[in-house]
């Protein structure tokens, strides 16, 4: 028995009914979505989400379970935050779900968790679906399935998917290798036919999640999405919790009316929070990255290298919000040979005393005295064989082979390190103590973490017997606990969060970091920086990527709320003018991805990679009516012009529009804006800015 849900989506997002339950209305004003809220989690009623126990699906005995709600009230009265428990009399077994309801969003998400109150281990819990949940629509049709690409080195890394679905079309998801944002990304939107609005979708679990979108019919769609290979039993007073899912539900033809919600909704909701308020990712400079072979990375950098540089920058006034050490910083990591660098010496966590002799905080004094802060590179999961941490606490590792001798995982290849357990509670404390220490001694005031390795395996092979998914799942509850701990006890620092470029993206790791180095895809290829801009900000307006040049090309093909200048400010052809110029264009440009996004190019399905095409996209903020379009003329497009639509305006208003490039100034009413207007740029491979301001 599957719970079904009935959406009219047209100016109103429309009713909700339940096979043999009253209707309940939606209708996007105040509150409403405690009315779903309470119309789907009510007692005798199917809940949306199942899983088997003892080999029974839970539609056939949750309703018969004891059943109970406690409301907690928060400081934010527009969030509505309940627990509904379901209580099974016999085994003890209890399904904690804690929901929460955002009335300003019209949206809700929902997290389980199984407790074992009893005095035995339970009968075994499988096929868990954090949601199970049935979309009905009054208007039949092909549902149209918005979806992404995740990360895996290529121009396509979060490229916009569309998949258009008629009855029982599915689609599944999944990531690849245990890291939930590579190949796969756990934010998609599904819309309904016919001007019926739709849901846009996103899951919290930095592991192994899956999600399963199936046109039913022409007039429902089921969602099911969980954790892949859960399927265990739990000992005594033992709990385990699975992901997070969250549905914003939008009104209307125009998908991006979700979309720009749902940003809305993350930085409000999903961002760790400084002085009450979301947290503000910075604008980074690197310390001269790329030094001659066989030096990588940061091998060869030294304490009076990195503070001559940062007076450079001074001198220069180029200062960054942040000065950002990468790889190689520690022992072992700077070999002449070339037969060690930076990325088989991890696991060697002490500073290279030969090149830093007092440690990093007379870098970091030098940091704080031109005004910036200072952020180091840390990979302490992934733990290379014979490493002072792999010899030194061999019983905080999970090997690859796992505890017994079977089968080794090889989705990663030939493994020559082990992962660090952050589910083993010792290894966790001890590990936020150590980062915390170091960074308290050393200055250090940002934390950035990658994470090079694909972890699946390791936790498959160290599960115990019947007990599937117990590692992972203590592994991934020990990463959010060890962020937190950093977050907690330095309140103002940040989390950037790499993972490969981008591969550990989803709703809860964003609660506690952000990608500031979104793909490892071509450092500087411009090209590959719009298409990476292009899909992520439908979703996300926190991330980061670097740029290498300071043309016009090249730096607006990074804009975002986040950067990493890696500027060569030690080589001549780079022109100290344009470096600062293009920081300042940065800095007018940014605060207007914090509202609102709209593609203006290459919607829908269509390859947005090519060379022969023109990428654009605006920015808008309704706060004060105005924005950017953004623009690129691609080295092959033989167009010199091109039409855009402009979205959000006022109709009934006039708009002046400047090009910031040329001086160029163009009045409309906002109808004629809406209905389009060409843009021009003479040359290929150039860019245009052009700012958009309501005429007083």
Sequence with gaps: MKKNIVYLILLLLGSLSVAGQSTVQITG?????????SANFRKGVTPPFSFVYGGKHS?????????????????????????????????????ECEVKGFNAYNAVEWVLRFVNTGNKNTPEISSVNASDITFTYKKGGDLKMHYADGSHVSKEDFHQRL???????????????????????PFFNMQAPKGQGGVLAAIGWTGTWFAKVKAETSKSTNLKSGMVNLKTYLYPKE????????LLFWNGENRFVGHNAFRRLVLEHYTWKQNGKPTVYPVSTSFNYGDPAPCNEYTCMTEDYAIALIKRYAQYKLVPDVFWLDAGWYIKAADV?????????????????????????????????????????FEPERVMKNSDWANQYPQWMLDAKGS????????????????????????????????????????????????NIEPAGFWYNNDEEGRRGICEIRY???????????????????????????????????????????????YGEPNGSQCHTYGLELYLPLHGTGIQQADSYTFRSGLGTSVIYNWKVTEGNYNVVDMRNKQAEFNEVRPYFYEDYYPLSGSGDVDITAD??????????????SGYIVGFRRANSPDQTYQVKLQGLKLDREYILTNKDTGAVLVKKGSELAKGFEITLDQPRSSLLMKIEIKP
């Design 29 to 37: 004003n105040k509150n409403d979505i405690g009315k779903w809220i």
């Design 59 to 95: 539609s056939t005995f949750i309703k018969n379970w004891s059943y109970s709600v406690e409301n907690i009230t928060g400081r934010d009265l527009s969030v509505i935050k309940r627990i509904y428990s379901y209580k099974d009399p016999v085994s003890g077994l209890t399904v």
């Design 163 to 185: 998949k258009v679905m008629q009855p029982h079309d599915s689609l599944y998801m999944e990531p690849y290798g245990g890291r939930s944002s590579q190949n796969a990304f």
């Design 239 to 246: 709990s385990i919790r699975t992901p997070k899912v969250c």
């Design 337 to 377: 040979a070339g037969k060690k660098n930076w990325a088989n010496t991890v696991g060697n966590w002490t500073i290279d005393p030969e090149r830093f002799p007092r440690g990093f905080r007379p870098i970091a004094d030098e940091v704080h005295k031109q005004g910036a802060k200072f952020m180091v590179w």
């Design 404 to 451: 017994v001798e079977q089968e080794e995982w090889q989705k990663d290849g030939d493994h020559d390190a082990v992962l660090f357990n952050l589910g083993n509670a010792e290894a966790c404390k001890w590990l936020g103590k150590f980062i915390g220490d170091f960074m308290e001694t050393n200055g250090i005031d940002y934390y950035r973490q990658d994470f």
């Design 476 to 522: 991934i509850e020990g990463l959010y606990k060890f962020w937190e701990y950093l977050l907690n006890r330095f309140p103002n620092t940040i989390i950037d969060n790499c993972a490969s470029g981008g591969r550990r993206i989803d709703l809860e790791s964003i609660s506690r970091s952000a990608a500031l180095w979104r793909t490892d895809y071509n």
């Design 612 to 625: 022969n095409i023109w990428m654009v996209y605006q920015l808008y903020r309704p706060s004060d009516d």
